[in-house]
């Protein structure tokens, strides 16, 4: 038996909690699952104590990280926290800010891997000397804060220009990023293991993951699913490709359709990445 304790950290006992539980206990980890509401940050005195009646964080090896991203103010400070112990997480501090703001994941995100070229801006009003800049289709995001409030395909300059001029209401980000048509390769990375879905491109619709078939990914896709991965600060989690071009990351995998499609245990691969990186 390994002589590890693990602390799964979540908004809730859901499924795929219960299951990653059940595969780590499988691997002779002790696992703890604890609600992340019960747990609070106590600053006093230029010091932050994580607090929770009954558990002590600073007790377990690793930490496995599951919860919304409405959580950020709240995970950012606790990560930082854990980091201070040496506890290991598979999300590093900072990527939660990171991937709550669209425009800030595309600047990331293209400084390491290939993605579609794409403009950021506070003021739609700013499009119109971009128009000529962008090949067509274009992605067209508008933002209020962090909430996505429009999110619309743009096949002309002359489309995007009376889009633009549409908009009433005062938007913190405008986000214009050329559209990549194909089919999209879903990856979930999980450490250096990376399991693959394509969806095809029919008649301007993107097939449902349910509905999409296992692929095999070739070196190069491979390398940068992880290398996106990485660079949004986690190591688990799905990274989508269309063309060699990374299009959108996320912290979190579909894991019951992911499971189901490649006939893999995905909630063990889990359990075996903790072991060799906490064993590390």
Do not use: H
């Amino acid at each position: 038996m390994v002589e590890l304790k693990i602390l799964i950290l979540s908004g809730k006992r859901s499924f795929v909690v219960k299951k990653i539980k059940k595969e780590f206990e499988l691997a002779g980890i002790e696992s703890t699952y604890l609600n992340i509401g019960k747990l609070n940050l106590l600053s006093r005195e230029n010091q932050t104590i994580v607090k929770n009646q009954g558990i002590e964080v600073s007790d377990f090896d690793a930490i496995f990280l599951k919860t919304s991203l409405k959580l950020t103010p709240f995970v950012e400070p606790l990560l930082d926290e854990i980091q201070k112990m040496g506890i290991f997480v598979q999300i590093k501090p900072g990527a939660y800010y990171l991937n709550a703001n669209d425009g800030l994941q595309e600047m990331v995100l293209s400084a390491k891997v290939r993605t579609p070229k794409a403009f950021i801006l506070a003021n739609p009003k700013k499009t119109r000397g971009l128009v000529k800049l962008l090949k067509y289709p274009v992605v067209f995001k508008t933002f209020v804060g962090l909430k996505k409030t429009q999110s619309i395909i743009v096949e002309s300059p002359r489309s995007l220009q009376s889009i633009a001029k549409s908009i009433k209401i005062e938007t913190d980000e405008v986000i214009l990023k050329e559209f990549i048509e194909g089919d999209l390769l879903e990856c979930a990375v999980i450490g250096e293991k990376v399991l693959c879905i394509k969806r095809k491109w029919k008649k301007n619709e993107l097939q449902n993951l349910e509905n999409g078939t296992i692929a095999k990914l070739g070196e190069n896709d491979r390398k940068t699913a992880i290398a996106a991965m990485n660079a949004c600060g986690s190591e688990i989690g799905t990274v989508k490709i269309c063309k060699g071009f990374v299009i959108d990351v996320s912290l979190d995998i579909k894991w019951n359709v992911f499971c189901k499609k490649t006939k893999k245990n995905l909630y063990r691969e889990v359990a075996e990445f903790y072991l060799k990186k906490v064993k590390n």
